[in-house]
């Protein structure tokens, strides 16, 4: 396709499989505003040719096939029929021509190396680490900042990094139908990078973190569209023989998830990243810090991003631009192993021989890839905003803090924004939140198309593959419908032994992994409904609940999920945010509440939003019901090892499951259930205690707990959020039965 911006050297079509995609354009519409409404389709795209045929790539000793080509033949010949896109890659990344910071500068490692070592902070770091270690000589002492430094830092290669591209792009060609991207916010994000260069700075990549191809996809889009590659932050498990050499060639730099005490590491760390934003070099890092198990965003790990603004207020640089990006995905290559560490299995760690073992995901089809780019904003501004507004000193640490956490929720609620809910998404929340243990294939389309409605009509985005049909709208949502579940596979079953083919949910819990990723959009509404479904539930349809109510219901609600969810306008009053909400649900077509008084708010007769707007959260109000319910096996005052509780509660959780008192499999999620243990923590529900020099860290009840009247009545407060399940017992009393069973759950050492 032709582009707009002949200096964006971005190769033809039909050489690569990025997809640039011209938004739709409103009347009037500004040139430089965000498209809030659904992509275009295009009529046509053109894919990489496959390497393997579909009867190889099907047939169970595809890989095997690969190997005997490999012995049989040239490397050359293997990869002869993607030469061309090597060519491309190879032609679109020139010195002369790239945005930004030349990352292949003679001796760039040693000359970062120089100017991190005469820091004076790190200087000082190597005094005091001489001082613990007095026998130390000093070229024993340099050569510990050489190991320091060569094991963390990043060594660019010309040559391994078009090599890692081309292997990058084999993968991606393979695993996925193409990665799509906005062609005006690529635009944007490369006028960004040309005023960052002229000025020195740098651009600060933020995206958002579901799988190990990010760190694929975005150096790829950047390799093509002559960005200068960013310096990665990458965790030093990924530190991999082989492997890890080509990562570190082609931009990641290794650090550890805890530096402890480590003063000499710490300070190698700190100044090592000053340094490459003091030279103006992009950088790219995770601001949740891992990858997103549960499919929605994390918490903020605000570490990185507190070494940058100290960068700023240092003097380092004088600005830089902020990016946020999100990445999605039809379907995350990890999430069979999500599932197994949230059910309370052990994290694998990542090592060359499942690297090797993993490449027969080449042989399935994971959908398409969407990256989207939030506008570049300046930290300068954004710093000096927030400092006359809310009147911050920067020589106090508590402002710094306030602004770093200001910033970090400010790019993950943009991330949210600028987010496209793919349609494996769409058809999976479509069949999660039916009532009914299965749905037809036209009900299905038709839920495929009222959830993607709703979506949009709170400025959400949602994507849509291209599709053959040129008729009806119903016969392309039909064509998507079972593209998406073609790609979901065995997740979805299909029930033949009936009049019409009927779908299920086989794996709910990797299932809730989709529909969490568009929690976000119905934050405020679901809070809203679950809080009138809390003061309607068995009582007549059309019950009017007063709105003061109502708000103290979800005033408490919202506080519950402070640390679950991303709100959309957080620290806002929470009285004006209800009564907006309230008017929104309203305005629906058809409302999801209706107000038969200015005071007062009802279910309307046709609940389907209500029901749909209630079943997104339901399974989390269910998490943390179970985690308070769990505190019951520490009244009146025992204690218990941290990791054997959460594993008390996971295991009690599968045995109210399956016996029918917790209403939602996914309940029982680690991630979730860890969540609620810190909101727990911060509300003084419970302490932690270490109680020997090992650092054992025990769980206990606070004082103010430690009465069952009390205890008993928070478990009440939270389970009257609770779906009514098919068994009836989703009710709030926690009956003799479930106290023995919990009772059962406190392992006899924690009664001492």
């Known amino acids: 396709q032709t582009q707009k911006d002949q200096h964006t050297r971005m190769p033809q079509q039909s050489k690569h499989f990025l997809v640039l995609k011209q938004g739709k354009k409103k009347a009037n519409e500004k040139e430089d505003e965000d498209e809030n409404e659904e992509e275009e389709k295009f009529s046509s795209q053109t894919r990489f040719p496959p390497l393997l045929t579909s009867k190889q790539k099907k047939s169970a000793n595809w890989l095997e096939t690969v190997k005997e080509r490999v012995k049989s033949t040239k490397p050359a010949l293997l990869f002869q029929s993607y030469l061309s896109d090597l060519e491309t890659i190879r032609n679109c990344y020139q010195h002369d021509d790239v945005i930004g910071g030349d990352i292949f500068a003679s001796r760039l490692y040693e000359k970062l190396k120089r100017v991190v070592y005469k820091t004076p902070s790190v200087q000082a770091a190597m005094e005091t680490f001489r001082l613990r270690n007095p026998t130390m000589s000093m070229n024993s002492l340099n050569a510990k900042f050489d190991e320091v430094y060569e094991t963390m830092a990043t060594k660019f290669d010309n040559k391994n990094l078009r090599s890692v591209a081309y292997v990058v792009q084999y993968i991606l060609q393979q695993m996925y139908s193409g990665i799509h991207i906005s062609q005006k916010e690529l635009d944007r994000v490369r006028e960004a990078a040309k005023i960052a260069q002229e000025k020195g700075i740098p651009l600060i990549l933020l995206p958002s973190h579901k799988s190990h191809v990010d760190y694929m996809v975005l150096s790829y889009v950047f390799l093509l569209s002559g960005i200068s590659v960013p310096f ?61 198990r549960t499919g929605k965003l994390l918490k903020p790990k605000t570490g990185m991003l507190t070494v940058v603004i100290n960068a700023f207020l240092a003097g380092k640089m004088e600005d830089a631009f902020i990016l946020p990006i999100s990445i999605g995905y039809d379907k995350v290559i990890e999430t069979e192993s999500y599932v197994k560490e949230l059910l309370g299995g052990s994290k694998e760690k990542e090592s060359l021989r499942e690297l090797l073992r993993s490449t027969r995901l080449l042989a399935l089809n994971f959908g398409r890839v969407d990256v989207r780019f939030s506008r570049p904003f300046s930290l300068k501004e954004f710093v000096d905003q927030q400092v006359a507004a809310r009147r911050l000193n920067l020589e106090k640490p508590a402002d710094v803090r306030s602004i770093v956490h200001v910033l970090a929720y400010q790019v993950l609620n943009k991330i949210n924004l600028q987010a496209s809910v793919m349609p494996t998404s769409i058809v999976v929340t479509a069949i999660l939140t039916h009532r009914g243990r299965g749905i037809s294939r036209k009900e299905l389309i038709d839920r495929f198309a009222w959830v993607r409605k709703l979506i949009l009509a709170r400025g959400g985005r949602a994507a849509r593959p291209d599709t053959k049909s040129g008729g009806s709208s119903e016969e392309a949502d039909g064509q998507v419908v079972d593209v998406a579940l073609n790609v979901l596979g065995n997740m979805i079953g299909r029930q033949k032994n009936v009049i019409e083919p009927v779908f299920t949910p086989l794996k709910r819990f990797e299932l809730s992994y989709y529909r969490n990723q568009i929690v976000h959009i119905f934050v405020n509404e679901g809070v809203v409904a679950c809080s009138l479904y809390a003061n309607t539930r068995g009582k007549p349809r059309g019950t009017a609940v007063d709105k003061s109510v109502l708000l103290k219901d979800v005033t408490f609600l919202s506080q519950l999920f402070k640390i679950e969810f991303i709100y959309t306008s957080p620290g806002a009053n929470i009285a004006e945010t209800f009564e907006d909400t309230v008017a929104k649900m309203e305005s629906q077509d058809p409302p999801a509440v209706i107000s038969p008084t200015k005071e007062t708010v009802a279910v309307p007769s046709d609940d389907g939003q209500f029901q749909f707007l209630c079943a997104l959260f339901w399974p989390f109000i269910d998490s943390y019901w179970l985690m308070c319910t769990s505190f019951y096996s520490l009244w009146p005052s025992h204690m218990m090892e941290e990791k054997t509780f959460m594993q008390k509660v996971q295991s009690l959780g599968f045995t109210l499951y399956y016996e029918g008192d917790l209403g939602y499999y996914e309940g029982i999620s680690k991630d979730t259930l860890g969540n609620a243990a810190g909101l727990f923590l911060t509300l003084g529900v419970i302490q932690k205690q270490v109680i020997d020099t090992k650092g054992t860290t025990v769980v206990k009840l606070a004082p103010e707990y430690a009465s069952e009247e009390r205890l008993l009545a928070l478990i009440d407060l939270i389970g009257k959020f609770r779906r009514e399940n098919k068994y009836g017992r989703g009710g709030t009393n926690l009956n003799p039965k479930l106290k023995k069973i919990i009772r059962l759950n406190t392992p006899n050492l924690a009664r001492l």
């Open 232 to 292: 990665i932050a990458a965790g030093d498990n990924l530190k991999m023989p082989i492997a890890g050499n080509l990562l570190r060639s082609a931009g990641a730099f290794f650090i550890k998830r805890k530096m402890d005490d480590n003063v000499l590491y710490r300070s190698v760390f700190n100044e090592y990243i000053h340094a490459i934003l003091q030279q103006g070099y992009n950088l790219e890092f995770f601001l949740e810090g891992g990858r997103s």
